[in-house]
């Protein structure tokens, strides 16, 4: 599974699920679910959504599985 930090990082540069949808040319509800893990980003939108929240593809997503994944 697919697991990412697009929430924590949103909230933390203070953007609403809106405003980083406008960023990266999204709804607000496809961030939603790309928040809860119900929707896999293509690598488009996912390093689009790694350069609005200004880290890499690496800190933003990861897979269950690599486990470990330090904040």
């Known amino acids: 599974m697919l697991k990412n930090r697009v929430k924590e990082l949103r909230a933390r540069y203070g953007f609403t699920q809106s405003d980083l949808g ?3 040319d ?3 509800q496809t961030i939603a679910f ?6 896999s980003p293509s690598i488009t939108l996912a390093l689009k959504l ?3 929240l200004q ?5 933003l997503f990861w897979l269950e599985e690599d486990g470990g994944h330090e904040k």
């Open 55 to 59: 880290t890499n593809i690496n800190d």
């Open 26 to 28: 999204v709804t607000r």
């Open 50 to 52: 790694a350069k609005a």
């Open 34 to 39: 790309i928040e809860k893990g119900e929707f």
């Open 22 to 24: 406008k960023q990266v």
